[in-house]
């Protein structure tokens, strides 16, 4: 009798315990995506990313006042690693994620005005730089070999064609 007791309290009530989550998770859970669906998703990416392209290669008014435009000095998103980010960087004395990074060189090189962080067109310009960045592995916090990215095969799926300079490689 005492032995029973015992196995009930301990086997039974965390049984019980799981059953609920179990429940609670079968009922919340939902059918897996349509294809339809992934592809309106899918298709969402890629107009964040072709935003950011034009972003990239057009000197904004705001976001740079001696006409210099991301691709100047980054075409095909080049040396910008994002798969490294978040890093220590020199100049903020601090660990920077890669949207801090953006904003600096809008404020240095562009010497233009910091976009909000979490304004649509800094996703676009993360989605176009990452977007070209797709497959390589993340190297968190990686300082040396800094610029040697991925050979990023232009501007894949944007139905644009890359410069074919500054690749890192
Ligand atoms: C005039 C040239 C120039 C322009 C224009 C420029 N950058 Fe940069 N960018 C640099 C230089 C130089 C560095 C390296 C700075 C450092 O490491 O301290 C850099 C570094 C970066 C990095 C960090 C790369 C790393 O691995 O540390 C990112 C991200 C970046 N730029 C994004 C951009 C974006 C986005 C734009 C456009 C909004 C832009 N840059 C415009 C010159 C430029």
């Not at 976001?63 to 000095?73: E, F, R, T, V």
Request: proline residues 5%; charged residues 20%; contains cysteine.
């Amino acid at each position: 009798m005492k032995i029973q007791s015992i196995s009930l309290r301990r086997y039974v009530a965390p049984l019980f315990a799981l059953a609920v989550v179990a429940t609670a998770t079968l009922v919340t859970a939902r059918e897996p995506f349509t294809k339809d669906e992934l592809k309106a998703m899918d298709d969402k990416l890629t107009q964040s990313a072709k935003r950011g392209y034009d972003m990239w290669y057009g000197a904004r008014a705001d976001m740079s006042s001696n006409g210099l435009a991301c691709a100047n000095c980054h075409p095909d998103a080049a040396a910008t690693n994002p798969q490294t980010f978040p890093k220590y960087m020199p100049q903020a004395d601090r660990v920077m994620a890669y949207r801090e990074m953006v904003n600096w060189c809008i404020e240095n090189p562009q010497a233009g005005k910091a976009l909000d962080v979490s304004s649509v067109d800094m996703v676009a310009l993360e989605s176009y730089s990452y977007y070209l960045h797709r497959g390589v592995a993340i190297q968190t916090g990686l300082q040396t070999r800094q610029t040697a990215g991925p050979e990023p095969k232009s501007a894949r799926g944007l139905n644009v064609k890359g410069t074919g300079i500054g690749f890192d490689k």
